[in-house]
């Protein structure tokens, strides 16, 4: 049987989404009993639970963290920091507050594109002309979108902004203690990975999960890698977040990756895996969503290189990585070029394949 999701005009039911300025969590409220088409996922992968995520302890010695912090980030790319000192519930708390929000007053903030540094909707920015035919289906999610650099955080809301700004200070020190272990643990030296990358353009994603009527036919993240140097996330206790297991004898399955109370979760992004020369890895992750009840909120820091496309401020792997064992196994190129890259081939491996050298 043809699905019914086969069978609809996207381009006119994306259009006609766009057009309402509605997110799914109006969609939810105004008491919906199924999905919409634009929201049916069609990928069925039963997660297993055959891998444990490892834990970083912050309050160990250095010798101690540098190496664990290495070895996550060559395997599975992902790892719980524990002992960090940051309120994070507090944080994620302030995103839910912001989410549950009357209509009257979060819709003051739609929008699909930043305006002021700033959107907040259920589809992040896609050029909607990148595709023919039926495009990637929307995520069972509202996002509120804050580029640091260019968002005046006085217009968040009284509710939420306190404790955002506070987790933010924060996040700022995590942000520089984790660049410089994942400096370190690549041998390189404490500091490399901060001159050769100026991490200084940071995304925070404010992101609802709404119940849904049929939790099992959607995604609240389709899979994608994180154009992110690294991604710091803080999320409540529901849960939903998976992780593809790379290389072993388990490569390409799922795992669900459970919260662990009052750990932070840090992943390897994708510029961090070229910078790295793939000693690092950036693997691929998604949201289920567990409940047609509770509602899951998340709060996830991207820290990214300055956005600077000259050619001054080229990035690629780090000359230290390359040997001749292991020469560059990418090309060198400007943050511009690299999120143009991602807008073109999408937010999987295809993106960082763009800047691939042929070897022999
Ligand atoms: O909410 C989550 O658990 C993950 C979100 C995520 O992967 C992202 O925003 O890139
Ligand atoms: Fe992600």
Request: charged share 20%.
């Amino acid at each position: 049987m043809a699905g019914a999701a086969e069978l609809y005009d996207y381009a006119a039911a994306l259009a006609e989404f766009d057009a309402s300025r509605t997110t799914v969590r109006s969609l939810v409220e105004s008491g919906i009993a199924s999905v919409p088409p634009l929201f049916i996922s069609t990928t069925n992968y039963p997660p297993t639970d055959i891998l444990a995520i490892p834990t970083v302890d912050l309050s160990l010695p250095l010798s101690s963290s540098v190496p664990l912090v290495g070895a996550a980030a060559r395997t599975c790319g992902f790892f719980h920091v524990t002992n960090h000192g940051i309120d994070a519930g507090a944080a994620v708390s302030a995103v839910r507050a912001f989410h549950e929000l009357p209509p009257a007053i979060r819709s003051a903030f739609y929008s699909i594109a930043a305006v002021e540094g700033m959107s907040y909707s259920t589809v992040p920015y896609m050029d909607r002309n990148s595709f023919d035919g039926p495009g990637p289906i929307l995520p069972w999610r509202v996002s509120l979108r804050v580029l640091l650099q260019a968002a005046d955080l006085g217009r968040l809301p009284a509710e939420c902004r306190d404790a955002l700004v506070e987790y933010l200070r924060c996040i700022e020190e995590l942000g520089k203690k984790m660049a410089r272990l994942l400096s370190e643990a690549l041998g390189v030296g404490a500091e490399r990975l901060e001159t050769a990358t100026q991490v200084e353009g940071w995304l925070m994603a404010c992101n609802y999960y709404p119940p849904c009527p049929e939790p099992a036919r959607v995604e609240g993240a389709v899979e994608h890698t994180d154009p992110s140097l690294f991604t710091v996330l803080a999320q409540d206790d529901i849960g939903g977040l998976q992780v593809r297991i790379n290389g072993g004898d388990n490569d390409g399955q799922w795992v669900d990756v459970p919260p662990v109370p009052g750990a932070l979760l840090v992943n390897v992004g994708d510029v961090l895996k070229l910078v790295s020369n793939n000693e690092y890895h950036s693997v691929g992750h998604r949201v289920m969503i567990k409940s047609s009840q509770d509602a899951r909120a998340s709060l996830a820091v991207f820290f990214n290189p300055a956005m600077s496309g000259g050619d001054s401020n080229l990035l690629g792997p780090l000359q230290e990585l390359i040997t001749t064992e292991k020469p560059a196994m990418y090309r060198s190129f400007t943050m511009t070029e690299f999120m143009d890259s991602r807008r073109k081939f999408g937010h999987g491996k295809l993106s960082t394949d763009q800047f691939r050298v042929a070897l022999e």
